[in-house]
T-cell receptor, first 108, second 117 residues
Framework: DAKTTQPTSMDCAEGRAANLPCNHSTISGNEYVYWYRQIHSQGPQYIIHGLKNNETNEMASLIITEDRKSSTLILPHATLRDTAVYYCIVGGGNQFYFGTGTSLTVIP | EAGVVQSPRYKIIEKKQPVAFWCNPISGHNTLYWYLQNLGQGPELLIRYENEEAVDDSQLPKDRFSAERLKGVDSTLKIQPAELGDSAVYLC???????????????FGPGTRLTVL
């Protein structure tokens, strides 16, 4: 049973912002939203997480809607190295359900 | 700081043969995970350890899969006998046992790609 819904694939021009959406309408009050990405032939890599408030770190920004039913990961200036599969995960503690993610291709 | 180490990186075996994968987590990480990742799919949890105790093995096919983490540090995942459908990437991850409820960053190794012929 999928906890999140993401588009299968997206393209983004190099240097532009990449906005990756995620729906998580069944999220419960104590569950966090996590984003990981997986570059080809590597293990998943943590990007960012949030509970209610918007978050920003050196890699990305996370925008969570007020009702918490959806979120958007923003890569402000996409580079070719950002080409990867991006997973939106909703979970509490150690329960992670990865889903199939969004395959982002950054185009030169 | 060294990351999660897995070996081997690649393994090719014939069906019905046994196979084992090894994982060394990040130093100090109490929690260790084994995931299975099929082509085009996200990782799926097989088993989670807190120190040496398997606290979630509900998705581990126990008829042919086994795992151990004897000293609460490194871990081994075994398949015996392997089947064609076991061809996949086996990922190991580790995390601190966080005191903050709901927060948990997992660090992943590069995985072992298994091909069963």
């Amino acid at each position: 049973d999928a906890k999140t819904t993401q588009p299968t694939s997206m393209d983004c021009a190099e240097g532009r912002a990449a906005n990756l959406p995620c729906n998580h309408s069944t999220i419960s009050g104590n569950e966090y939203v996590y984003w990981y990405r997986q570059i080809h032939s590597q293990g998943p890599q943590y990007i960012i997480h949030g509970l209610k408030n918007n978050e920003t770190n050196e890699m990305a920004s996370l925008i969570i809607t007020e009702d918490r039913k959806s979120s958007t990961l923003i890569l402000p200036h996409a580079t070719l190295r950002d080409t990867a599969v991006y997973y939106c995960i909703v979970g509490g503690g150690n329960q992670f359900y990865f889903g199939t993610g969004t395959s982002l291709t950054v185009i030169p | 700081e060294a990351g999660v180490v897995q070996s081997p990186r690649y393994k090719i075996i014939e069906k019905k043969q046994p196979v084992a994968f090894w994982c060394n987590p990040i130093s100090g990480h109490n929690t260790l995970y084994w995931y299975l990742q099929n082509l085009g799919q996200g990782p799926e949890l097989l088993i989670r350890y807190e120190n040496e105790e398997a606290v979630d093995d509900s998705q581990l096919p126990k008829d042919r899969f086994s795992a151990e983490r004897l000293k609460g540090v490194d871990s081994t995942l075994k398949i015996q006998p392997a089947e064609l459908g076991d061809s996949a990437v086996y990922l190991c991850a580790s995390s601190l046992r966080s005191g903050r409820v709901g927060y948990n960053e997992q660090f992943f190794g590069p995985g072992t790609r298994l091909t069963v012929l």
